[in-house]
């Protein structure tokens, strides 16, 4: 066999499985990313944190740390961040919590021997031996009363406007039959007996009621809404589509109107009608028409007046839209 | 547009024909060796099912800044004005939100070269091949093709320089969800060759 034929069936044995591979990879055309995403994806936003419609900024929450638009106003390694009493507060890679101005000044803030391990947009803080707290203005954090709480360990912590719910269980792995949900009222975790032995999801507060997004042992999701304070919880409709993965809570917002808008994946979003309490889901196109969900994480939907919203993705950038309107949401640069 | 290339085309063919390049320099089995460095302009993108996208031009529409260029190429002649031979490359462009596109071309390379003198060459290049593409973490194979022109200066019998000048077709075509991101995307090159022959 000639030496160039040899050399040629190495080449071709080499490369194939090379190019066979990088075809399966695709999951979002190339250039369709290229052309919408603009100069804000170049951040790996973790965190929005508050629009200031005045100085026409937004805050948000990088790798490098905080960005008051393309400016990096805190730099520095943190996870979270949140916006509370017109504070900054933000919780670093070590577990302390610290606190700014929106100028980036820093303020004495103290933390004693607590270490965090999640700090929410709205100002609670979950301490690692699954405490609750939060940020008051003062110069220290106020724990919560867990007296009410069972003997067992937050798993998860989901938060809405002024509001957190938590789930609890017993250590290990999750199981559906422990799982048992709260909601904060005032200083006072009341238990929504109506959500127990099932994940929530969503959670989403609406004027004075209360929307939930729930996956039960079996793989159903449902959505589910309370009134009253959550003394009791209503299903509305069971949804056969999967949220987004890889969040911890599945985005949504409420226009101050009548809908709340929540974003799932693949393109597609639900609407309930808080008038009718009814959803329908599996919307595809409008606002979400031009936004490739495959593979990206929706960091927050931050509403704005007159039903706009401002989306951040983690590494999409951010974009402004509003569901009630068949246009595409469009990026932000700044 | 198709005027133009009417145009080029008589006037390729006439120089080719004419007395003075009459005579051919290259033989059957002559080889050429050449390495390219230089940019690549982004020229169009047209999303072929997605009529919100349409189409873009130049850089500042396709969010795609101008890049850089760099490749190998063998080819031997396979007759007196026909080489035929391959060309491996890497391209990439920072697009808008500062993250880097890549192109691999990998291409069969057929040249015509109407004009040897021994010191100038004028060579119309044609290229078919696929290229390895990415961006974020989104990798993806393309059919490509491409038709440059590259007139050569030589400085004694073995090394030249051109210029290398053209367009690319990169095509993106997906048969499944994707369907709508199909997309056929202008590049063009723009590099000095160095050539090796022998």
């Known amino acids: 066999m000639k030496k160039a034929t040899v050399i040629t069936i190495v080449l071709i044995s080499m490369v194939v499985p090379f190019l066979i591979s990088c075809t399966q990879d695709a999951t979002e055309g190339i250039y369709a990313q290229v052309v919408t995403q603009g100069a804000s994806a170049k951040y790996r936003i973790k965190g929005y944190i508050k629009y200031d419609k005045d100085e026409k900024a937004h805050y948000f929450l990088e790798e490098g740390g905080v960005y008051k638009n393309s400016k990096c106003i805190i730099p520095g390694n943190f996870i979270y961040a949140a916006d509370s009493y017109d504070n900054l507060y933000l919780l670093g890679s070590d577990g302390k919590i610290s606190k700014y101005s929106f100028d980036g000044t820093s303020k004495s803030f103290e933390n004693g021997d607590k270490v965090f391990g999640k700090l929410t947009p709205n100002g609670f803080a979950l301490s690692k031996e699954k405490k609750v707290y939060k940020v008051s203005g003062n110069e220290s954090l106020e724990e919560v009363s867990t007296d009410s709480l069972q003997d067992d360990k937050i798993i998860y912590i989901l938060w809405s406007e002024d509001k957190v719910l938590v789930q609890m269980q017993k250590e290990g792995k999750i199981n559906y039959d422990e799982i048992k949900t709260y909601l904060l009222n005032e200083n006072t975790f009341t238990e929504i007996s109506g959500l127990n032995k099932v994940q929530v999801l969503g959670f989403q507060k609406a004027g004075e009621k209360f929307y939930f997004l729930t996956l039960d042992s079996e793989d159903n999701y449902s959505y589910y809404y309370s009134d009253d304070n959550c003394s009791s919880v209503k299903e509305i409709k069971k949804t056969p589509s999967t949220p987004a993965s890889n969040v911890n809570q599945t985005p949504s917002y409420y226009d101050n109107e009548n809908s709340i808008v929540v974003f799932r994946c693949g393109s597609y979003y639900d609407k309930i009608s808080v008038e009718n309490n009814t959803a329908t889901v599996g919307i595809s196109g409008g606002f979400a028409s031009n936004i490739h969900t495959n593979t990206m994480e929706v960091v927050r939907m931050y509403p704005l007046e007159d039903g706009d919203v401002i989306i951040a993705f983690n590494k999409y950038g951010l974009f402004k839209a509003n569901a009630g309107k068949d246009t595409a949401a469009k990026e932000i640069d700044f | ?198």
């Open chain 2, 1 to 198: 547009m198709k005027k133009s290339f009417v145009t080029i085309a008589a006037i390729l063919l006439a120089v080719s024909l004419s007395p003075l390049f009459a005579s051919d320099y290259y033989e059957k089995g002559n080889t050429f060796f050449t390495v390219k460095a230089g940019v690549t302009v982004p020229g169009f993108s047209k999303f072929t099912n997605n009529s919100e996208y349409g189409t873009k031009t130049l850089p500042k529409e396709m969010h795609t800044k101008i890049g850089g260029y760099g490749s190998l190429a063998y080819q031997v002649f396979t007759s007196p004005k026909l080489a035929l031979g391959g060309e491996i490359g890497y391209d990439f462009n920072y697009t808008q939100s500062d993250k880097i596109l890549t192109i691999v071309p990998m291409t069969v390379k057929l040249s015509y070269v109407p004009v040897q003198t021994g010191k100038f060459d004028f060579a119309v290049n044609s290229a078919l091949g696929v290229t390895y593409n990415r961006y974020n973490d989104t990798k993806f194979l393309m059919p490509f093709v491409s038709i440059t022109c590259c007139p050569s200066v030589y400085v004694g019998n073995n090394w030249g320089l051109g210029l290398d000048l053209g367009l690319w077709l990169n095509a993106e075509l997906h048969s499944d969800e994707l369907k709508k991101d199909n997309a056929i995307v202008g590049i063009m090159p723009l590099t000095f060759a160095l050539t090796y022959r022998k």
